[in-house]
């Protein structure tokens, strides 16, 4: 196999895996810009994974498994933006207690909500149909870049979401809201704006967001239910969105970086590559290199005098009333 | 407002753990009690895995004893001192005997099992024992040797991929046993491994697998705990080696050529047998072909009746003890001879072993 070759199959690869990844940090992205910590991601993300595996094996609809998908991510995000932003609770220990919620939740339904047959287990079901690669004429025969042109619907939904994100988030009227409301919600709610009622919609966003993440999986890229079939993809998606100093436009480099590490991790042994880095040390990278754009940027922002890049408001409750 | 918002947190996290932990079932002491015997999986059976299959060893021991017993599972116990807890409360609940199915189980059950001498603990895949604890395991690198001669037979390019949960002994026994096969019926096979670093996680382990695809592997075999790296073999029109259960079946296609599977009823029904008559002596068992712990599932249809002629007259005269994998010589992946001509390995050997025979291409360390 020449090397084009093979970085051609290592970005399919990349991009297979990736879609569940950016889907998750991109929704990240939303809620953490508007305050909001949600470490609740990985729970949600399998509720989003099983809901849209179970609907879809009942109804045999990808597109309506993919709405309930999105739906549950909401749901659960809505508990979340409810005890934080309503009850003003700690956001890390809530987020937290959301995923082992919604991992034990989805688990536990994973069991229930399959057909007599099985037991009413849906574990070992195969699904008629899943979201397959759709090839676009001419396009996906280029080397390299080939590789984007030859990915599921999900993928290719991406493509238009991240630059509509950034768009959206720098350019609009609602997006410098989103953002006042993360960086200074008492100047932002002093402007009119209701800081509440905006970080209810994005944290519930992210929620749609993580939710289609865990359909991806489930309906796409290893299509079936398995007990916590995230695995730790919801973790990873919070340390992309540090990798991305909170902007969409980083995401879709971060994925390729995180994404393509894994990926290559694989491809080299598959080579019968001499590892001259362990294997064991590829799997860490990711978070590794989360903790070197971390110092990088601290250092950087030091320098300018300026402010981190993480929203200011960040995993702050906001109360009208409190001075 | 405050105190609500903690009081509902507290509330999530003690939910939680009632979805996420296991069932436990007890019923009523009666006046000719079944006798209780306790099973502790390091996940949930149902996985269609590892813990999947000691269930249906479980259940088998159910069907055999029928009202003569009485099971307690215990599932998704973490490999720490929650194990220990797992253990006592069975205990507390009158179990007599108690199966425990993972590797790091075996310091905590020996610890308990040193403070009740009165219950009999069976510990599967460790060394670890006492006077009333034994361990037990099988020789799956039989059934891996035999499905190596299906995969080089059947593999057009000769190049086999393994997807490899970790670098344990018993991984690497059984890659290599799967090598030596391929390489029985093909001299020229090759096999790639990668290793995934966890023993369940269906998107790495897909990955694993298609990127050994990628590099032109035509059959994919795996030491995992998911259908993911056979299904994406069958995806691309490559052909697959199942593991643990019948992929075949789960599947629903014939290009699983055939899958090694355990059979842990053979142990269990004995075992329980002498707890109940008072004979139970601690062991360590490593059970083979002859007492039926480890067996192949029914080869695919694709796969020429002369090999699987072949496979069978094989396991025959491993079952006669005329025949073993790990016999003659055997040269590890850099070409230094391990093993000399004429010499039989110990099972203590195999129990440690950390190189790979020569064909294999990775590394076992």
């Known amino acids: 196999m020449n090397s084009l070759d093979l970085i051609t199959k290592l970005l399919a690869a990349t991009l297979a895996m990736g879609t569940s990844l950016t889907y998750a940090t991109l929704g990240e992205v939303f809620t953490e810009k508007s305050g909001v910590l949600n470490l609740g991601l990985e729970g949600t993300m399998l509720m989003g994974a099983l809901s849209g595996f179970a609907v879809t094996f009942h109804t045999q609809s990808l597109m309506l498994g993919v709405i309930i998908a999105m739906l549950t991510g909401g749901l659960f995000s809505l508990i979340h933006a409810f005890l934080t932003i309503s009850l003003r609770s700690n956001q890390v220990v809530t987020g937290l207690s959301i995923t082992m919620f919604g991992t034990g939740l989805a688990n536990f339904l994973g069991k229930r909500l399959g057909p007599v047959e099985n037991n009413l287990n849906l574990v070992g079901l195969n699904l008629a149909a899943k979201f397959e690669n759709i090839q676009i004429p001419l396009l996906h025969k280029i080397p390299v870049i080939g590789a984007f042109f030859d990915v599921s619907i999900l993928t290719y939904l991406l493509y238009i979401l991240l630059p509509l994100s950034w768009y959206f988030m720098y350019k609009t009227k609602h997006g410098l809201t989103l953002r006042s409301v993360g960086e200074a919600p008492r100047t932002a709610a002093a402007m009119g704006i209701n800081v509440n009622k905006t970080r209810y919609i994005y944290t519930v966003l992210g929620g749609f967001f993580a939710g289609v993440g865990g359909a991806a999986l489930s309906l796409s890229f290893t299509p079936s239910w398995n007990d916590s079939m995230t695995g730790g993809i919801g973790w990873i998606a919070i340390a992309l969105v540090i990798f991305s100093a909170w902007n969409p436009a980083r995401v879709a480099i971060g994925t390729l970086v995180f994404g393509g590490i894994t990926s290559l991790q694989f491809f080299l042994q598959a080579a019968g590559f001499k590892m001259v880095i362990p294997v064991q040390f590829l799997a860490i990278a990711p978070y590794f290199i989360t903790v070197v754009t971390l110092i990088i940027m601290t250092i950087n922002s030091i320098k300018n005098k300026g402010s981190f890049a993480s929203p200011s408001a960040l995993g702050t409750p906001f109360a009208i009333d409190e001075k | ?365």
């Open chain 2, 1 to 365: 407002m405050k105190k609500l918002s903690i009081l509902l947190t507290c509330a999530l996290c003690t939910l939680a753990p009632i979805f996420a932990g296991g069932s436990t079932e007890t019923a009523e002491m009666s006046e000719d009690a079944p006798m209780k015997v306790g099973v502790i999986y390091v996940s949930a059976p149902g996985d269609f895995g590892y813990s999947y299959m000691h269930d249906q060893g479980t259940i088998a021991a159910e069907e055999y004893f029928g009202d003569k017993i009485e099971v307690i599972r215990m599932e998704n116990i973490a490999e720490n001192e929650e194990s220990e807890r797992a253990m006592e409360s069975l205990i507390d609940e009158g179990c007599k005997i108690i199966f425990a199915n993972s590797y790091n189980y075996q310091q905590y059950m020996q610890n308990v099992a040193k403070e009740h001498p009165d219950v009999y603990f069976e510990h599967c895949s460790g060394y670890l024992d006492n006077e009333n604890m034994s361990n037990y395991f099988g020789r799956m690198y039989q059934m891996r040797y035999l499905s190596g001669i299906i995969a080089g037979q059947m593999s057009e390019s000769g190049n086999l991929g393994y997807v490899g949960a970790f670098n344990t002994p018993e991984v690497v026994r059984g890659i290599n046993a799967f090598t030596l096969g391929a390489r029985s019926v093909n001299p020229d096979a090759t096999v790639t491994v990668v290793w995934t670093n966890t023993w369940f996680d269906p998107s790495k382990e897909k990955q694993a697998a298609e990127s050994l695809l990628d590099g032109g592997c035509d059959v994919i075999a795996q030491h995992q705990d998911t259908t993911e790296p056979a299904k994406a073999a069958i995806d691309r029109g490559a052909y697959a080696i199942g593991y643990n259960a019948n992929f075949m079946e789960l599947t629903g296609s014939n290009h699983v050529l055939v899958s090694p599977m355990w059979n842990w009823g053979s142990y269990m029904i004995p075992e329980i047998q002498k707890a109940m008559d008072g004979t139970w002596t601690s062991q360590s068992y490593w059970g083979g072909l002859d007492d039926d712990m480890i067996l192949l599932s029914p080869v695919s249809d694709l796969v020429p009746s002369d090999t699987v002629d072949a496979v069978m007259a094989l396991e025959q005269q491993m079952r006669d003890d005329t025949f073993d994998v790990f016999w003659g010589e055997l040269k590890d992946n850099t070409g230094t001879v391990r093993q000399a001509a004429g010499e039989k390995m110990s099972d203590g050997d195999m129990l440690t072993m950390d190189w790979f025979v020569e064909g294999v291409i990775g590394s076992a360390k």
